[in-house]
C-alpha cells in the first residue's frame, strides 16, 4: 500500500493481492477460458503487448480515436446527462470496509468563519468505491500490462502505466448491458457468472452492436439488491463477468469494462484463479476498468428512452503514480 496526496486529497490504494486467501470454485458447465491452463495458453496468444509498440502505456484506450470520440460526441441528441458513480461510503459496512475519511477543516459552526474547507482520505481499491483500475494495477508473472517488470511499481508509486496516463480522459461511445433485466429480474443473485454466451445474447435481442472502442458497462443490480436486502460481503460472493466473457470483449476491441461490482464473479468458476478476468482485460489485454459504478439512474435512463448507446465521459485524478483513482462517470443522451 501506498498513499499519494493531491491537494489535501488523500488516496490509499489497495490492490487485489490481499484477496489471495478466498478460494475460486469451479462453474459446472462453463464454456470458453474455464482452466488456468486454457487461460494461459489465450494470453500468450491473444494479449495486446507490443500492439502499440513496447514504450506503450494506454493499452486498449488507443481505440478511442478522435473519429471515435466525434462518433461519440454524435449520440447526444438531448443533452441530458447521468451520473454513474455511488455516493463515497463514510460508513463501515459489511461491503465498506474502507469507508471515506471526511474531515471538515473550516466550517460554519465558527462566528468569525468565512469560508468552509475540508480533507478527504480514500482507501478506493475494492469493492465499495466507484473507481478505475490503472494497467498498472494488476501483475501477472511478474509483469504488468505490455511487459514491464512489476518493479516499475514501487513504494513510490507507478513509474509506467499509472493512471495518469489518461488524465486526458476516456471519452467514448458508452454501451449499457442491463443484464439484470435481460434475464427478467431486478438483480442478479450472488456468485451469479455472466458468460460470453449472455452478452451473444444481449447484442442479439437488442440489435445494439458492439464496436471497438465502445466502453461495455455491464449491470448485475447490485445497488439494487443492496437497498432491497442490505450489505453484504460482495468480495467473497458477488455476481459479475466469468473469465469466458473475455474472449468476447476481446473480439469486438472493447476499450472500457465497467460493472457495478469488482468485474469478476466471486467465486470466480476457474480453478486456483481469484480474478482472473480482472488479470485478462488490465493485465494481458490493457483494458481500463470501472470497477463499483451505480447503473441504477443510467438503467432507468436508458430503458426510457429505449436505447442503450450513449456518450461515456470518464475524468480521473490527476495522480502521478496512482494505481487508480475515483471516478465520476457521466452518460450523456
Known sequence: MFKSVIQGLVIASVGC???SALAAEPTPGAKGLSSPEVIQTWKKEHRNWGRWGDEDQLGTANLITPAKRREAAKLVREGVSVSLAHTLETR?????????EHQMLFHGGAPDATYSADRLGLGFHGWSHTHLDALCHMFDEGRTYNGYPQARVDASGCSVLSVNAVRDGLLTRGVLIDMAAFKGVPYLAPGTPIHAADLEAWERKTKVKVTSGDAVIVRTGRWARRAAVGAWDVSSSSPGLHASSVEWLAARGVAVVATDVGLDVIPSGVERMLVPVHVLLINALGVHVIDNADL???AKAASSRGRYDFLLSVAPLAVEGGTGSPVNPIATF
Open 92 to 100: 463501515e459496512a459489511a461491503d465498506v470496509p474502507s469507508p471515506l
Open 17 to 19: 493481492g490481499a484477496l
Open 296 to 298: 441504477e439512474a443510467l
